[in-house]
């Protein structure tokens, strides 16, 4: 029995090298088995070029020449979600894309997609100024895209028809009724976040402040106070002139301090405490069971006789 389509086992590709040239390398994968897995996608990496193509029955890929790597790496990638985007440039701003990685549609992934009008090609500037009439047209229809783009239509739409080409449903009017109801739901579901206009005027960086470079010696003149030895002089007249006996205090060198030594027994006596015999049985006798401990102690041991024997 063939297996299921829809489920990714191993698979065997054969790998040829075409003859070396000057130019490039060529590489060619064919599969060996007729029946490929669905959406997969084979990457061939040979140092730091990488290709990327859809999982065929047999593919090509040209490498610039390296004589550094002998070995390359090929890879098969399972995509698990796509999505469209609108990236008309005359509509800037950001755009919210939200892509299903599992069948049930339960769990997304979602992603801002920003486009930079800026960035765009500039358009040539017209021969003569438009007319009223094409003014008005050209606004209109720049609203009818902006509220497009503003409800994602175009995007859901063409992803909707994607849906129903690939499934064929037996109803497709239903179909798209209930994909687009659900898609509906999910997007008033998730909470209001306001989106940025990248059209805005960016606001300049401030420069560098440019650092006024001068000698120590004038930095330091201008900010800083010199005091000569009369206004020393003058600040210490306000205090009266220590005595002799502390000036000679002062100078005189501290002697060192010696520790006085007692015996350890005068010391064991001063330092702690002696606590009386009747001090302890006090204590004791708030411990019912040494209690009964000492009682069991003092109490005599009565000896038991051997019995008599037996007369004959």
Do not use: W
């Not at 800037?92 to 599992?102: F, L, Y």
């Not at 010199?226 to 100078?251: D, E, I, T, W």
């Not at 708030?286 to 006789?305: D, G, I, M």
């Amino acid at each position: 029995s063939s297996p299921e389509p829809d489920r990714f086992i191993p698979r065997k590709l054969l790998l040829g090298l075409a003859r070396p040239s000057k130019a490039m390398v060529e590489l060619r994968l064919e599969a060996v088995e007729a029946t490929l897995p669905k959406d997969c996608y084979v990457s061939v990496r040979i140092g730091e070029v990488q290709k990327l193509s859809r999982l065929a029955a047999s593919r090509s890929f040209k490498f610039p020449p390296n004589s550094k790597n002998r070995f390359g790496k090929i890879e098969i990638f399972r995509r698990i979600g796509a999505a469209s985007v609108d990236l008309d440039p005359e509509i800037a701003g950001e755009r919210d894309v939200s892509i299903n990685i599992n069948d049930s549609g339960t769990e997304t992934v979602d992603l801002r997609v920003g486009v930079d009008a800026s960035l765009a090609d500039a358009k040539p500037p017209p021969a003569s100024p438009p007319s009223p009439q094409a003014e008005k047209s050209a606004a209109k229809a720049k609203a009818a895209k902006e509220y497009l783009q503003r409800h994602s239509l175009e995007v859901r739409l063409s992803e909707a028809m994607q849906a129903v080409l690939r499934d064929r449903p037996e109803d497709p009017l239903q179909f798209l009724a209930s994909r687009l109801t659900r898609e509906s739901e999910k997007a008033a579901a998730k909470p209001k976040v306001a989106s940025r206009d990248l059209t805005a005027p960016k606001a300049a960086a401030p420069g560098p402040r440019p650092a006024s470079m001068q000698p120590f010696g004038q930095y330091f003149k201008a900010n800083f106070c010199s005091v000569n030895a009369a206004g020393f002089a003058k600040l210490y007249s306000r205090f009266p002139p220590p005595s002799a006996g502390a000036q000679a205090a002062a100078l005189k060198p501290a002697a060192p301090r010696t520790l006085p030594l007692s015996p350890f027994g005068k010391y064991y006596s001063e330092s702690f405490p002696a606590v009386p015999a009747s001090g302890l049985a006090k204590a004791y006798d708030r411990f019912p069971a040494y209690q009964e401990s000492l009682k069991k102690a003092a109490a005599p041991k009565t000896s038991v006789a051997p019995p008599a024997p037996a007369p004959a």
